[in-house]
């Protein structure tokens, strides 16, 4: 089983390192490889030009026929999906997982989520969320309903 | 330039571990490792001269049904998505996966949604188990419902038949309940409803149907026979009659009884005639009519002082310019759910209780000879007397919210 996860991370890993998407950079991947931290530089001309974030991935050792953890550490970005415990509201890391999407994509679609985004707002249930959510957000039963941001 | 097109249709990438053809099969070692794109190219470009891209989907097992176990290196395309294919190996695992997490559902392709067309032996144990835990997930909220049901049908059983006891007395409960174990549908169905009824008699919702019900329920008893003191049935056929009149009425029985405790009437004659009035024309007098309107903040009438015992027309009482305050809640249905059931089913506690109080008066035990006769003006009184109170409690109130009744002093110290 953790043949297809080393060999899948080690893959991705080495592509990420060759030629980085844009806005995206591995800081640290730990030796199993098992944890993450990525780097992500917010697109010019967005609202949140400037800045930069980290995400870190977990790996569970389904991966990748089990989706990764993902989570903002440090300063998560101020962004209505995003709750101020750095858990993320995004279907692709939940149950719309597929094992044909890879951490560079998983990166992309929150650039690309933080670019679409006008307002800086945090989500209206943070409080509430925030308070009760569990360590992973993986725990959390999310409810997916606004495609806009 | 490099081109990834011309390297997905040459090489084919696993979309499960990322492993292109050119490189290990899944069997092999992970440790050896290109670490650039231009190695990769290179044992690509070996892989294409050897032949080994058009050789391999021959080889693929998955064309003869016959054998089931596949060696690592084969690849499959399970659907029409250009470029997702995987190896046969990967795959599997992946459909493992889905079989665990999603039992019973059909696995796809997660960009195509194509149902794969899986070639395995009958899981007849698999399919069972599948189909009972998927019956069972179906059937959890009908069986919830129907053992909520149940519950509650046999809860308000037993409530029926201790209201029974406790208003009608032992001997009478006995002759009741004990039909010589022919339990026919006034048990099955008579006894579940009494808390049902209870809850219903302290709403409005069932005014129409209560004053006919009783004659519903006992229309299976011989005729009813009109004695002083009125028979249990006779006085449950009056019950809802009663309590409609008194509801409909719009309390002018309390008020009346008020205006006889407090002693608000000017003279003897108009009580005569309050009273006449009431049980003549089934009716009240104007004066009465304008104080019950008074009620209601949305019509200014003026007050006959003299009757309701306000000081003051409504509009001069009122500061200019200010709201009128709200006026206070008037005595009517219950204002929450635990209110209306507490009430409701205490009931037959209450006039049991009752029941026995006056029970202990001799003149009145010689008057009203049977235990439920004696509970069920006990609870009369008790309600009445409730009501009573809380309406001359209201009208109290409303008449400080109005500003009367309550002065602030000048300071005079």
């Known amino acids: 089983m953790s043949n297809i996860f080393l060999k899948r991370l080690t893959k991705e890993l080495r592509d990420m390192k060759a030629n980085p998407p844009a806005g995206i950079s591995i800081e640290n991947a730990d030796d199993n490889l098992n944890k993450w931290t990525v780097k992500l530089d917010a697109a010019e001309g967005t609202i949140y030009a400037g800045e930069s974030f980290q995400l870190r991935f977990t790996f569970g050792n389904k991966y990748p026929l089990e989706s990764p953890e993902v989570v903002f550490i440090g300063k998560p970005p101020v962004h209505p999906h995003i709750y101020s415990n750095g ?41 509430s969320y925030v308070l009760r959510a569990g360590a992973s957000p993986k725990n959390t039963t999310w409810a997916f309903h606004d495609d806009t941001v | 330039m490099y081109s990834i097109e011309a390297e997905r249709i040459e090489a084919r990438t696993c979309w499960i571990c990322l492993e292109s053809e050119s490189e290990d099969t899944p069997r092999d070692n992970p ?76 696995v796809k392709c997660p960009v195509c949604l194509y149902v794969y067309d899986i070639d395995e032996e009958a899981d007849w144990l698999g399919a069972v188990l599948a189909f009972g835990d ?48 022919m339990w026919g549908s006034r048990t099955w169905i008579g006894m579940p409803m009494i808390p049902i009824a209870l809850i219903a008699s302290r709403l409005d919702i069932a005014d129409n149907v209560l004053p006919v019900l009783p004659f519903l ?15 249990p049935t006779v006085t449950l056929c009056f019950l809802p009659w009663a309590r409609q ?92 759910l635990p209110r209306l059931l507490m009430g409701a089913l205490l009931l037959p506690a209450i006039a049991s209780f009752a029941g026995t109080v006056l029970g202990a008066v001799p003149f009145l035990r010689s008057k009203l000879p049977s235990v439920f006769l004696r509970s069920t003006v006990g609870a009369g009184l008790v309600i009445l007397g409730r009501d009573i109170i809380l309406y001359w409690d209201f009208v109290r109130r409303r008449k400080r919210a109005m500003g009367n009744g309550r002065r602030i002093r000048d300071f005079t110290g």
């Not at chain 2, 470009?45 to 290196?73: C, F, H, K, Q, V």
């Not at chain 2, 329920?217 to 028979?231: A, G, K, R």
């Open chain 1, 87 to 127: 858990h993320i509201c995004l279907s692709i890391l939940y149950d719309q997982w597929s094992p044909a999407l890879t951490v560079s994509a998983v990166c992309l679609s929150i650039l690309s989520m933080l670019s679409s985004c006008a307002l800086k707002e945090l989500p209206p249930d943070n409080a």
């Open chain 2, 31 to 106: 440790e050896p490792r290109r670490s650039s794109r231009v190695g990769r190219m290179s044992s690509l470009s070996i892989a294409a001269i050897l032949g080994n891209s058009n050789s391999t989907p021959s080889a693929s097992p998955l064309s003869a049904p016959s054998s089931r176990t596949t060696d690592a290196s084969a690849w499959v395309h399970p659907c029409r998505c250009l470029g997702l294919d995987a190896h046969h190996l990967c795959l599997l695992r992946f459909v493992a996966e889905r079989r665990t997490t999603h039992p019973g559902d059909p």
């Open chain 2, 134 to 181: 998927r019956a069972t997930r179906s059937l959890v909220p009908y069986a919830t419902f129907t053992a909520i049901s149940a519950t509650v049908y046999i809860m308000s059983t037993a409530y029926g038949a201790y209201a029974i006891v406790a208003t009608c007395g032992p001997q009478l409960a006995d002759s009741i309940l004990s039909d010589d174990g």
């Open chain 2, 217 to 231: 329920i006992l229309s299976n008893q011989q005729p009813i026979s009109i004695t002083l003191p009125p028979s």
């Open chain 2, 245 to 336: 009149a008194i509801r409909k009425q719009d309390l002018v029985v309390y008020r009346v009884l008020i205006y006889f405790a407090t002693w608000q009437f000017n003279n003897n004659r108009a009580i005569y005639k309050e009273i006449w009035r009431l049980v003549y024309h089934f009716t009240i007098s104007k004066s009465l009519t304008a104080a019950s309107t008074t009620l209601h903040p949305n019509t200014d009438t003026t007050i006959n002082t003299a009757v309701v015992g306000e000081q003051q027309p409504i509009a001069n009482a009122q500061p200019q310019g200010f709201p009128p305050p709200a006026p206070p809640r008037r005595p009517g249905p219950p204002s929450s």
